[in-house]
T-cell receptor, first 113, second 112 residues
Framework: DARVTQTPRDKVTEMGQEVTMRCQPILGHNTVFWYRQTMMQGLELLAYFRNRAPLDDSGMPKDRFSAEMPDATLATLKIQPSEPRDSAVYFC???????????FGPGTRLTVT | AQSVTQLDSQVPVFEEAPVELRCNYSSSVSVYLFWYVQYPNQGLQLLLKYLSGSTLVKGINGFEAEFNKSQTSFHLRKPSVHISDTAEYFCAVSSDTGKLIFGQGTTLQVKP
């Protein structure tokens, strides 16, 4: 049963600290998405990749957020420095490309104090 | 540009009653349409999709949706809901830039 995995599942950190979230997409999927979900803003697209190349990161605060795909089996989202307003659930999703289907991971719940 | 409107933020319904969750979209190009479900403390799960062909699409857990091009709608229906269907439901439309545009979500509350 192929699934998107995300680590860590929960992260509590202090303001100013660096946070790194990791995602393993489903094997064979060539698109990867990062979303943020909050009660106030709902589901927001932060960035997405196709064939490891970033296609759109316009939803990401550029001064503190960065997203990369070091290889086809790993996507990372970093926040440096973190702020309390970054507290949210961060989801990774992957898809087989042209069909637009996306399969979501379980999310990383980030709390910045 | 594409957009999605979910007309109801919350839908309360009694167990075994039918339910319809409404979704309207706007797009100037051909679209793919999706419904996702999110149970508490979980990620979004694909419920069903419309890519082409028959306008009536059947998904998991007894849900179905009908694509209506003239009304630009993709409403989700279930003839008889269960307590376990209590969740957040998201409608999504494909964009011309390779990503999905999600609606704000509808909370389905099934009461005993």
């Amino acid at each position: 049963d192929a699934r998107v995995t995300q680590t860590p599942r929960d992260k509590v950190t202090e303001m100013g600290q660096e946070v790194t979230m990791r995602c393993q997409p489903i094997l064979g999927h060539n698109t990867v998405f990062w979303y943020r979900q909050t009660m106030m803003q709902g589901l927001e697209l932060l960035a997405y990749f196709r064939n490891r190349a970033p296609l759109d990161d316009s939803g990401m605060p550029k001064d503190r957020f960065s997203a990369e795909m070091p290889d086809a089996t790993l996507a990372t989202l970093k926040i440096q420095p973190s702020e309390p307003r970054d507290s949210a659930v961060y989801f990774c999703a992957s898809g087989p490309g042209d069909s637009y289907e996306q399969y979501f991971g379980p999310g990383t719940r980030l709390t910045v104090t | 540009a594409q957009s999605v409107t979910q007309l109801d933020s919350q839908v309360p319904v009694f167990e075994e009653a039918p339910v319809e969750l409404r979704c309207n979209y706007s797009s100037s190009v051909s679209v793919y349409l999706f419904w996702y479900v999110q149970y508490p403390n979980q990620g979004l799960q694909l419920l069903l999709k419309y890519l082409s062909g028959s306008t009536l699409v059947k998904g998991i857990n007894g849900f179905e949706a009908e694509f209506n091009k003239s009304q630009t709608s993709f409403h989700l229906r279930k003839p008889s809901v269960h307590i376990s269907d209590t969740a957040e439901y998201f409608c999504a439309v494909s964009s011309d830039t390779g990503k999905l545009i999600f609606g704000q979500g509808t909370t389905l509350q099934v009461k005993p």
